[in-house]
């Protein structure tokens, strides 16, 4: 069975921390995408990448970076925690060929900053 | 760029009864139309999706019809199950310049009692 890993399901960081997120995919997907997801705001891009090294800036990527040094695997990098980062983190991959496929999920990661 | 209408939330229903949850949306070019599922503590999951107008998707008693007129996708189900309970995203996407994208709707949580 095809799938999106996110390492950690739950995670609770300190103001200030640097924080890691992970995601890993075995499709060989070329795309791969963060997103949060909040209470009546629905998901917002963070950041996405198209291929190794490569990575554009989504629509909130303000306090975050990303990495992609190998195709199966993106990070998502908050350099200092914050408490408005606390949310629900959703991980994403994807074929170029978006429009016949749509996206593979993870089941996200819920970061609570203290 | 992409945009996304669906009906707000919350719906709440009884076994048994219809469901339609509306979703319009603008979109350059010709996207693909997707609807997303979340069950609680889970990330998003492909539900049904159309590439091309007049196109009908369909999975698990859901369905939805691509209607370019009138730009909408809306999704439909006869006979909803308590085990139906979960939030719902439209997603139009992979269309124009840029074809990797999906444009998520903010979702409509649906609680269906027994």
């Known amino acids: 069975d095809v799938k999106v890993t996110q390492s950690s399901r739950y995670l609770v960081k300190r103001t200030g921390e640097k924080v890691f997120l992970e995601c890993v995919q075995d499709?060989?997907?070329?795309?791969m995408f963060w997103y949060r997801q909040d209470p009546g705001l629905g998901l917002r891009l963070i950041y996405f990448?198209?291929?190794?090294?490569?990575?554009e800036k989504g629509d909130i990527p303000e306090g975050y970076s990303v990495s992609r040094e190998k195709k199966e695997r993106f990070s998502l990098i908050l350099e200092s925690a914050s408490t408005n980062q606390t949310s629900m983190y959703l991980c994403a991959s994807s074929l170029p060929q978006t429009r016949s496929y749509g996206y593979t999920f993870g089941s996200g990661t819920r970061l609570t900053v203290v | 760029g992409n945009s996304v209408t669906q009906m707000e939330g919350p719906v709440t229903l009884s076994e048994e009864a219809f469901l339609t949850i509306n979703c319009t949306y603008t979109a350059t070019g010709y996207p693909s139309l997707f609807w997303y599922v979340q069950y609680p503590g889970e990330g998003l999951q492909l539900l049904l999706k159309a590439t091309k107008a007049d196109d009908k998707g369909s999975n698990k008693g859901f369905e939805a019809t691509y209607r370019k007129e009138t730009t909408s996708f809306h999704l439909e189900k006869g006979s909803v199950q308590v085990s139906d309970s979960a939030v719902y995203f439209c997603a139009p996407g992979g269309s124009g310049g840029s074809n990797y994208k999906l444009t998520f709707g903010k979702g409509t949580l649906l609680t269906v009692n027994p």
């Open positions: 990448s198209y291929d190794v090294k490569m990575k």
């Open positions: 499709m060989d997907h070329e795309n």
